[in-house]
């Protein structure tokens, strides 16, 4: 693994939350990067809540290699979204651009092996992933004009896998659902959307319960 610094978007959810521990534990120095992503799923605020409470969990246990930025995107009165991974391209293209970031080539991408939704049946997992590399790389590459590179630390893992190595009590600060239920001031998962639904089948209750 390399040495360098690298970027990481960090979304608040489980994959990108122990891509951080991971690599930090490693001895890796990261810009870290969130995008506040304000859409009709309304995660904003889970989101927001989870990466204010890992970056504190994480500097609470010396993992303090890392420089902390971040962005807001409003998509406005837009009805139709595009995949999240268009809008981190952009955003990475952006962070790689900037002169002070020319020590880094590469991003760390959190995306474990069964990452896609690929219930529809219509795409592979290889289309998929071609797809979201070419945007993800791409689009980086083009705006700094340098190449970037992705780094894809827990690409040989399973979401089941993810959870089972991340240390519980920062799983518990991480959030999945991607059209959370607010109640008062609490959040609470919807139990119904694709990465509900992945989480729910897996180890999640039991490591949770150990805290
Ligand atoms: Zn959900």
Known sequence: MSNKRALLMLSGGIDSVYVMYKALSE??????????????????????????????WMRRKGLTN?????????????????KDFYTYALFI?????????????????????????LRNGKVSFEQAAERANAALTGIPSLMARREIKM?????????????????????????????????GASFHQCNSCFTCAQVNESVYRRKVARV
């Open 27 to 56: 001895g890796r120095h990261l810009h870290v990067h969130h995008i506040h992503l304000r859409n009709r799923e309304g995660r904003v605020d889970a989101e927001a809540r989870a990466v204010r409470r890992v970056l504190a």
């Open 66 to 82: 890392f420089r902390y930025t971040e962005s807001t995107v409003d998509y406005g009165s837009l009805r139709f979204l595009v």
């Open 93 to 117: 293209g952006m962070i790689m651009s900037d002169p002070k970031n020319r020590d880094m080539d590469s991003f760390l991408h959190p995306r474990h092996s069964d990452a896609f939704n």
């Open 151 to 183: 780094e894809l630390p827990i690409g040989s893992m399973t979401k089941a896998d993810v959870i089972e190595a991340c240390p519980p009590d920062l799983l518990r600060l991480a959030w999945f659902c991607r059209r959370p239920v607010k109640v």
